[in-house]
């Protein structure tokens, strides 16, 4: 009997500690966290940069593009959002499409996600609708195109579907800075459709799933070189698909190198 039982045993063992590796495999990444700090810092910058107190413009003057190219920490938002999902989910959502793992994805994002939101985007309507009760100006909020506020925008902005219909960023939002979250929001909802794409791909060569990676980023850049700016109609889809497509690109290289002190 005990020649039968140890192999079950010792078979059992094996299992749990995969299982406890995969675990710790899928636990948070710290360096990523430490990233997504610096990324919410020199978006804060950015913002804080159009501020009218004495003292700002003197800073930028020496910060420069540091503190005015800051835009491009949401998109460094986006990037990482694709990777730590892929990193997440791609495993349980890619083999094929399926009714139970994708509700369960879409409300893990959505509890994640919303509770804060909505408890934000209300206290900051309040100070809107006061201020255009009581205000003497047209201007409720700091945005080049003021936010309307009705019914059936605010339907919008609870659902966080906003910036789905707008091709501009500015006015979409009662709270401006929060396009970002609609955008993000969208990525959510695709990726259990595009997970069985992206999964098959994980088998193709590290330089090809890299220039991939890159390629994705190019409209981004060439914006800047061409436009001189990310900003033009319905670039915020741009942002959004191909940071967070290129995030999923590159976990599918890095899943792939061997752990080692260098890499």
Not at 23 to 47: K, P, Q
Not at 88 to 105: E, I, Q, S, V
Not at 128 to 141: K, M
């Amino acid at each position: 009997m005990t020649g039968l039982v140890a192999p079950v045993v010792s078979r059992a063992r094996h299992r749990a500690g995969e299982q406890e590796a995969g675990s710790a495999a899928r636990g948070e990444l710290r360096g990523l966290t430490g990233l997504r700090i610096v990324a919410a810092a020199w978006v804060v910058l950015f913002h804080f940069h159009f501020t009218p107190l004495p003292g700002v413009a003197a800073a930028v003057a020496v910060l420069g593009p540091l503190v005015t190219a800051g835009a491009l920490g949401v998109d460094l938002f986006f990037v990482l959002s694709g990777f730590v999902i892929a990193y997440t989910y791609l495993d349980k959502l890619g083999p094929r499409l399926r009714a139970g793992h994708t509700l369960r994805f879409v409300w893990a994002r959505a509890s994640r996600l919303w509770p804060l939101y909505v408890v934000v985007f209300h206290l900051f309507g309040i100070w809107l609708v006061a201020r255009l009760a009581i205000g003497s100006g047209s201007e409720i909020a700091f945005q080049a195109v003021q936010p309307v506020l009705s019914p059936g925008e605010w339907l919008e902005q609870v659902f966080m579907v906003q910036m789905w219909t707008s091709p501009f960023l500015d006015g979409a939002s009662w709270v401006g800075s929060t396009w970002s979250i609609s955008a993000e929001w969208l990525a959510y909802l695709l990726f259990p459709l595009a997970a069985p794409v992206l999964f098959r791909l994980r088998g193709l060569p590290l330089p090809l799933l890299g220039a991939a990676a890159l390629l994705l980023m190019s409209p981004l850049a060439g914006s800047y070189v061409l436009l001189g700016s990310p900003y033009y109609p319905w670039s915020w889809t741009a942002r959004i698909l191909c940071g967070f497509g290129a995030g999923v690109l590159t976990f599918l290289v890095v899943r792939r190198l061997r752990a080692n002190e260098r890499t």
